[in-house]
């Protein structure tokens, strides 16, 4: 597995992606783009933050079960955090 420095430039790349991604669809409203043009860039700006969570969330739950193993708390804060980010 990557070490923390790799996990966060990972997540970093890809919120930067979706930044651009942004300033594009902002860009296209200026321009008076089709509707649907607009709405399929958020569809994908969706999909990258969606992404990104279950990235950020994939990784906490590794590191829960490898340093507190056998613990309850580690499991129900994973649980926790991965229903706050799925609802």
């Known amino acids: ?14 919120m930067r992606r979706v930044e651009g991604q942004a300033r594009g669809v902002i860009k296209m409203v200026e321009e008076g783009r089709e509707c649907e043009e607009v709405i399929l860039q958020l ?32 499991a129900e804060r994973a649980i926790e955090l991965f229903m706050k980010f799925s609802c």
């Open 43 to 74: 569809a994908a700006i969706r999909e990258a933050v969606n992404n990104t969570g279950i990235r950020i969330i994939s990784v906490n739950l590794l590191d829960c079960i490898r340093q507190d193993a056998g613990e309850g708390d580690s």
């Open 1 to 14: 597995m990557k070490d923390k420095g790799d996990w966060r430039e990972d997540i970093l790349r890809r």
